[in-house]
């Protein structure tokens, strides 16, 4: 498929074009389980089909669409493979956030017209030590999807601050020169991502190769200086937790679809499938309305209210909770043949799983700080 042609791309190419690719990725499934990593041929496709360049800015040969886009290619390619999913998911909301970062690093990465991967894990472990032009950076994250793709990597970590300052957590924008993967990537679900550990050890990382956290939550950052479209604005916090719940979604979605298949004759699978469908219906339906408020709210150029924040967090670690308990009624109905690894039904379960599993998923503290909230205590959840 070609990228530089005549055809306008829209969000609705994009998905058009992600929804074209799942024939290949259920084909791939069980390759990509093997290698426990999502195969270079889907890479590839999502490079030749244009998915990589959906919230890269323009003037970097990127179509610059509003970050929407990433989820709704991410329901369309997890009901074939939510691995393939979760790692292009994550990768696109890093591609989104270097567009926060100075405009110097975006020129680095991306002024050559070329447009690497880039793979993260945001757990604050590093160590890190104020030098001149920037910091010396040293630790072992873990949990990085899709690492062995990706030739940079953004690790969180705190900053040392003054006594009495506010805590300063940044993303720190490292080259594969610079950190080693080391494979611990041996589980039962997600096992195509490839979220590997990554070391880093005494890395130098400039200033201008560091993004603030506080930044991304106010919706000013250094590459809005450049980027002022209202789709660069978003807090950081919505946009990372939505590409790691989308996911379950859209595995709910293929372990329905790979259901009415092989039990659509059998009795009550109607009732099923129906109830099924209108379940993952409303909580697809809920996190577009999100989507959609805090669309308004960027281009009316107003703040987007922190306890509507907290409830679009709620909401979308709760869509999880749907989308496994769907999955365990399904894979209960469809009984023995969903136990047998080469099934698919074991890997939508599985996947499943593993995504509930993730940090941003559990619901409970976001239910309990969206309570507070309503009860007049302070936020207190940085991913809002």
């Known amino acids: 498929m070609a990228l530089h042609d005549d055809e306008v791309i829209t969000e609705a190419t994009l998905v058009r074009r992600a929804r074209a690719l799942r024939p290949e990725l259920e084909a791939r499934a069980q390759e990509a389980i093997d290698l426990r990593r999502i195969p270079d041929e889907t890479m590839r496709a999502f490079e030749a089909s244009g998915l990589h360049l959906a919230v890269v800015p323009a003037r970097f040969g990127g179509y610059e669409l509003n970050p929407r886009v990433i989820f709704d290619m991410q329901l369309e390619l997890g009901r074939a493979c939510a691995s393939s999913a979760w790692v292009f998911g994550v990768l696109s909301v890093h591609t989104w956030q270097l567009a926060l970062f100075p ?11 070329r447009h690497p991967w880039i793979a993260s894990s945001y757990m604050p472990v590093g160590k890190v030590q104020a030098v001149e ?26 900053v040392p601050v003054e006594e009495g300052a506010p805590p300063d957590m940044r993303t720190f ?54 980027n002022e479209q209202p789709q ?7 946009i990372h937790t939505r590409c790691v719940s989308t996911p379950a979604l859209g595995a709910a979605l293929g372990a329905l679809e790979h259901y009415a298949r092989e039990c659509g004759d059998e009795p009550g699978a109607a009732r099923l499938v129906e109830d099924c469908a209108a379940i993952l219906d409303r909580e697809i339906w809920v996190l577009e309305r999100n989507f959609a408020e805090m669309s308004r709210y960027l281009a009316e150029d107003e703040g987007i209210p922190v306890p509507r924040r907290a ?4 909401d979308a670690a709760a869509a999880v909770t749907a989308a496994v308990s769907v999955v365990d009624r399904l894979a209960d109905a469809y009984g023995r043949r969903g136990i047998f690894e080469s099934n698919p039904m074991n890997r939508f379960f599985q996947d499943a799983h593993a995504i509930r599993a993730h940090h941003a998923n559990q619901v409970e503290k976001p239910a309990a700080n969206l309570g507070g909230i309503g009860f007049g205590h302070k936020n207190t959840d940085f991913f809002i």
């Open 311 to 314: 409830h679009f967090r709620h």
């Open 173 to 226: 924008l490292v080259p594969r020169s610079d950190f080693e993967i080391v494979d611990t990537w041996y589980v039962t679900g997600l096992r195509a991502s490839g979220s590997k550990d990554v070391v880093v050890n005494d890395a130098f990382v400039p200033y201008a190769h560091t993004h603030k956290f506080s930044d991304g939550f106010r919706g000013k950052s250094p590459g809005n200086a450049q």
């Open 232 to 238: 660069y604005r978003f807090p950081f916090g919505q």
């Open 103 to 113: 405009e110097e690093t975006q020129q680095e990465i991306w002024g050559a017209g």
């Open 133 to 158: 032009g920037g910091y010396r950076l040293s630790g072992r994250w873990s949990f990085s999807s899709g690492c062995d793709r990706s030739e940079w990597i953004m690790l969180g970590s705190f």
